[in-house]
């Protein structure tokens, strides 16, 4: 693991699986790696946020890159998660609006910075399960993965924000074994590094700012631009 600094931001990048971390990412960064899910993801990245809080080192952010499944987003391509809700969690027999945690002061959907400009936006569901097929109907949501929603839970914990960049690896077909998942991967990685490079040229642009500016939902990213003339092509 090490903080990488785009300008006056200092950024701890997070990563999921070994399988996901290809040779043009490797070439980039050395991210924490949490494993799969959200209980392993939310443990590994609340124990080092501990430490560096320890000894003042927390980042300004938190990039969080990895694959995703989607039916309908386009393959091989990165999106910034604009949003990212819980499927898991289901309270609703007690009277709890689905996906909403009991107890506790946070909507079912929370909302994500999107610093890039002209890098798609979508709209991303965690959970603990595989999804493929026909279980792509009961998400509400545009793309799924494993670990998001424990990441911003915890980064948000410790106060820092945390910008999710996905490559869609699968979904398209049903998926009935592992190389399903992983035949794309290397065509992920090219891309995830890409937007990796877009938005640390934001981020040395705008500095801690390019956060604030930033705003989730697919709004209209041009307002970004007089910022960014300087040091983008």
């Known amino acids: 693991m090490r903080l990488e ?21 490797r070439a980039r960064i050395e991210p924490l790696m949490t494993g799969v899910g959200p209980v392993e993801a939310a443990i590994v990245l609340s124990r080092v946020l501990s430490r560096l809080e320890g000894v003042d080192s927390l980042p300004d952010v938190i990039v ?9 987003l386009e393959h091989a391509a990165v999106y910034q998660a604009a949003s990212v809700s819980y499927r898991d969690m289901d309270a609703s027999p007690l009277g709890f609006p689905k996906g909403v945690t009991p107890l506790l002061d946070e909507p079912a959907v929370l909302p994500l910075p999107c610093p ?5 936006t979508a709209r991303l569901s965690t959970g603990a399960n595989v999804v493929s097929g026909a279980a792509y109907d009961a998400i509400d949501a545009d793309m799924v993965d494993m670990e998001t929603w424990a990441l911003v839970r915890a980064a948000r914990t410790f106060g820092v924000p945390l ?16 190389e399903d998942w992983t035949s794309t991967l290397h ?12 938005l640390a040229a934001v981020l040395a642009a705008c500095g801690p700012a390019a956060l604030e500016l930033a705003v989730p939902g697919g709004q209209d990213p041009a307002q970004f631009a007089p910022h960014l003339e300087p040091t983008l092509p």
């Open 116 to 120: 890039v400009p002209d890098l798609p």
């Open 163 to 178: 910008v999710a960049l996905r490559g869609v690896s699968d979904g398209r077909a049903e998926l009935r074994a592992l």
């Open 64 to 72: 969080s890159l990895g694959s995703c499944g989607s039916r309908q």
């Open 5 to 25: 600094r785009y300008g006056a931001v200092a950024v701890l990048p997070v990563m999921a699986a070994p399988a996901e971390y290809g040779r043009h990412l």
């Open 187 to 198: 065509l992920v990685d090219e891309n995830l590094a890409d937007a990796l490079d877009r």
